[in-house]
């Protein structure tokens, strides 16, 4: 076994034992693993208390190389994420993230980048940011990273620019946008309105000045979060449980 050293976001956190657990980590470097943080429920651990939902940890652990668990030695707090005692929207923002990390990754597959996301928008979500465009934004930037970006500039089917009409269609199992001549015989199709669609297409772009992804316009929030949501049912096989708890972004 060698022992490894990274910067981890804590996924979930489950009761192994009266004394353990089992912690499951976005690691920048090695990606997602499950780990045994042996005495990590102990009041006087030796993780210092730095084991906690959405908490960015500093970690040491034995890597295995067979389908067994990691072995956690150490870790220690850098950011503990605490909007919870602010606004229950941030809180459920929070977790609709990490559950997005852990059903959209798989074991050991390092993405630093998607790393560095997750951990500024738990940091924005902790500050004052917009919450529903701090969600957009990260979606969009981990369908990006994870090679699940729907095609929001070119139609789906035909590959050509799309039509700057007043309304679009946007194909879920198409993975993108449908010109009107591609539309025909697709299922799984909404019409989307201009403004949400331009909306989509400033937060889909990594080079977005700051001014351009300061808020979701209240005006088209519930088209853009309905059709986001669709689309990431669709990549997953099944509705995420957090979706319930983020109605609030779509007001």
């Not at 088209?223 to 972004?249: A, D, F, K, T, W």
Request: glycine content about 8%; some cysteine.
């Amino acid at each position: 076994m060698s022992s490894e050293k990274s910067t981890g976001l804590v996924l979930r956190v489950v009761d192994f034992s009266e004394s353990s657990c089992i912690v499951t980590l976005f690691t920048r470097d090695f990606g997602k693993i499950s780990a045994l943080a042996k005495g990590g429920r102990r009041p006087k651990s030796p993780f210092e208390s730095a084991i906690d939902l959405l908490s960015v940890i500093r970690v040491v652990f034995l890597h295995k190389s067979s389908e067994s668990l990691d072995l956690l030695t150490e870790a220690k707090l850098e950011r503990r994420f605490r909007a919870a005692q602010r606004d229950l929207s941030r809180l459920y923002a929070g977790f609709y993230l990490a559950e997005l990390l852990s059903q959209l990754t798989d074991e050991a597959d390092p993405h630093p980048e998607l790393f560095d996301a997750a951990a500024a928008a738990l940091e924005a979500l902790d500050g004052e940011a917009d919450v529903a465009a701090t969600v957009l934004r990260f979606e969009l930037t981990a369908l990006r990273e994870l090679g699940h970006l729907p095609m929001l500039k070119t139609c789906a089917g035909c590959g050509r620019d799309m039509p700057e009409t007043p309304r679009v269609a946007f194909g879920h199992a198409a993975g993108g946008m449908l010109c009107s001549a591609c539309r025909v015989g697709h299922r799984q199709v909404v019409s989307l309105g201009r403004e949400a669609w331009e909306t989509l297409l400033a937060f889909a772009d990594p080079l977005a000045s700051p001014a351009a992804i300061a808020a979701v316009p209240a005006r088209v929030r519930g088209e853009v979060r309905g059709v986001i949501n669709q689309y990431v049912c669709h990549l997953l096989g099944h509705r995420p449980r957090m979706h319930s708890y983020l109605g609030v972004l779509a007001n």
